[in-house]
């Protein structure tokens, strides 16, 4: 079966040394299994994964590099558990969204991609915005609602409510869907 869906996994790599950052990390523990579990099933059915990261200041585009300097803040155990595997894809974004400044919509244009499965943090700024840019190129999205996770709750409710409301998208849970029935037409 011809596969044009990918899983798209944003800022996990994450030092989350900032302002807030403990509020995220906290936040992001209870939603790192059910990621990793759903990154698991989405690579036994074929789909690419792709990881879109903050550059945490390194441009140099080295994703051992950038690995190593989030480990050193306490995002380590979060990192630890979501790993890229060696035949994922990992592109540095420099701001919020995943499409701005990167080279994520021409890969996705090569591999056939028409539809995204969008998680990772902070579901109230970069997969928002990721979302909305999807959305404007007129990808078929999913953001299920256990793989995301905001720095206060009552902020990734509301992202994933402007993102069902707004860019009429699924954030039902893994749980509760399967991937093809998201997007059939």
């Known amino acids: 079966m011809e596969n044009d ?3 798209i996994i944003i800022d996990m790599i994450n030092k989350m040394d900032f302002n807030g950052g403990e509020d995220l990390l906290e936040n992001t523990k209870p939603m790192v299994e059910n990621l990793q579990s759903f990154k698991k099933e989405m690579q036994k059915e074929g789909l690419p994964v ?3 990261n903050d550059n ?11 690995i190593d300097e989030c480990r ?5 155990s979060v990192i630890n558990q979501i790993l890229p595997d060696e035949d994922d894809y990992f592109i540095i974004k420099p701001k919020h969204s995943g499409f701005f400044g990167t080279q994520l919509d021409i890969l996705l244009n090569q591999l056939g991609v028409k539809n995204l499965i969008l998680t990772g943090i902070a579901g109230d ?3 928002l915005f ?3 840019d999807a959305y404007m190129r007129e990808y078929n999205l999913w953001v299920p609602e256990d793989c995301t996770a905001s720095e206060k709750a009552e902020g990734n409710e509301n992202a994933l409510k402007i993102i069902e409301r ?8 893994t749980t509760e869907e399967r991937y093809q029935s998201i997007f059939e037409d």
């Open 5 to 7: 869906t990918a899983l």
């Open 50 to 52: 792709i990881y879109v």
């Open 125 to 127: 700024i970069c997969v």
């Open 130 to 132: 990721t979302a909305n």
């Open 72 to 76: 050193k803040g306490q995002g380590e």
């Open 56 to 66: 945490f200041g390194l441009w140099q585009d080295n994703v051992s590099d950038l």
């Open 166 to 173: 707004s860019l009429f998208t699924s954030t039902a849970p």
